[in-house]
């Protein structure tokens, strides 16, 4: 098979000249991800386990043949996500696809010899394809700009089962911003005729899987609203979703499960019996017993289990996160993606970057100096969000206070979210740390502030009982003037100090806009559903990284451990023209932080 990976590098170094010459933009954010994700397989009963990836790797989503002979797997190992497959024990591992875009989440045919899959390679949304694994030729089943999710092929071969939220909106969770995930059940023969959905719409069923005469679908259902309030921390502990069948005949359903406990991925056992993921207590559990692996770092998504009903495979996931930058993988060599703590920041000379991490004390404000550890220069017991370097690089201004909706999701889970949002004001310090001054005071929350290139001034967001909107301070006489009045938020000042880049909340969605200083030209540069967000300037002022859920879900909601497992990197011109995406994946990404001045060779 020609590789498209190799295709696309090899006509980048033609066009624009040598690889190894090539100026690369080094590029860092937030993957809200795991760090390693790994595949193991144990007993039916969990007893002995043993691992089938090795240490660090990002593999994950494992899907038995029904001959048993071969895994089908997710891995990240070469880059991008792709296919791979590998028998039992381990070895002949094979790679089935090689994309530049997301492929994951697949399922055997009965027969074992093709694949249909989840890929994002037509048009950047998460839609269904079929492999033919003897010559790795892929098909498109499925086509739109909704997402369809974990496929599942009836063992008579004439049905594939799967969840889409195709036709949907994906309106905010009460009192938030993160998107509710409205997904329905459907089935299409595998050649793209006879597309029927089988759920009701208006909630979320997903995760199908066969019953063995193929009369039949089995789904994880709960309402639209459940979709974020099982997967924040607070998740209350009488929390319920149920199993439900669907008869392909008829059309009706009936529930398989009873009770309190959030239950994802089900699954028919060899035995004719049905088991699941019990989501908050992180086990396997067959209808009226504990049974499976268990403990500590059990990934939340789908257990695999042998055609024999003897083994089962799964994940163990781990994340530590340092503050020193690490590499990712992107889609365009001449950008170099790292990631690193939330909404980083680099010093004029690009030489050392400013990240938070919150704890379980509070929030630690770090300084990373290339090549070094990082330092911390700032501990407290609540939040510290979004530095920004002055121009000279001797001070920052940070934003401080309860920020309660980033970290207390039961907030805004139960109830609207108060404006307010836990108090916050902007404070400016010196670069090692000394000096805390607060600039802002009164009941609003103030926080993302953003030098002017001159240092004068700052600009920042403002909301709460009094108004919202942004705010220009002078720094010299701490005077403030209202630069807008609207939901706006995370404004960055362009290195040309004549824009003003920020995001407003436009009918329900948020996007990016630019402003002069002195209010005049505002100008919408995203007209997207969902949610844009954490704006970065080039060092030249001449583009725009923003955060954008644009290409919406990958996957279902719940097998991710982060609040919004949607989000890609963009870049884009400074007048919304000229829009590149830089990642693709199921990881929550944001808060891209630009390094000024940084030319390195390309691998």
Known sequence: MTSLRVMWVGWFAISFGSAACQAVDNIVFLNNGPTELRLYLSNADGTGERPLSEPGARDYNPAWSASGEWIAFTSERAGSADIYRMHPDGTAVEQLTDNLAFDDQAAFSPDSTRIVFVSTRATGHANLWVLDIATHKTTSLTTGDGGDFRPAWSPDGQWIAFSSDRGSELPPATGRWERLQL???YIVHPDGTGLRRLSEHGGFCG????LRESKGVLAACMT???TWEFRTPQTPSDAENQIVMFDIATGRKSMVTTGTGIKIAPTVTPNEGVAYVHYAGMKVEVVGSVHGPAGDHLSRRPVAWSPDGKHVVYGREFTKIPPEPSKRWGRNPSFSLNVTFFLPAYDPTGEHLAVTSPGADGTTLFVVDEGKPGKAILARKDVILAPSWSPDGKQMVVGIGGFSAFLDFALGGRKPSDPVNGGA?????????????????????NAFASFSPDGTHIVYRTAGPTDEGLRIMNLKDRSITALTGAYDNFPVWSPKGDLIAFIRKIDGSFQAMTIRPDGKELKQLTHTKGNEAHLAWSPDGE?????SSRMGFKDETLYTTAPQPYGEIFVMRYDGTQVEQLTDDQWEEGGPAWQPHRVVAAK
């Open 183 to 185: 997904a329905d059940l």
């Open 207 to 210: 995760s199908p899987k066969w």
């Open 224 to 226: 639209a609203q459940e």
């Open 425 to 445: 004001q902007v404070a400016i310090l010196n670069s090692d740390g000394t000096g805390l001054e607060m600039l802002t005071t009164g009941t609003n929350n």
């Open 543 to 547: 583009r725009l990284l923003v955060t």
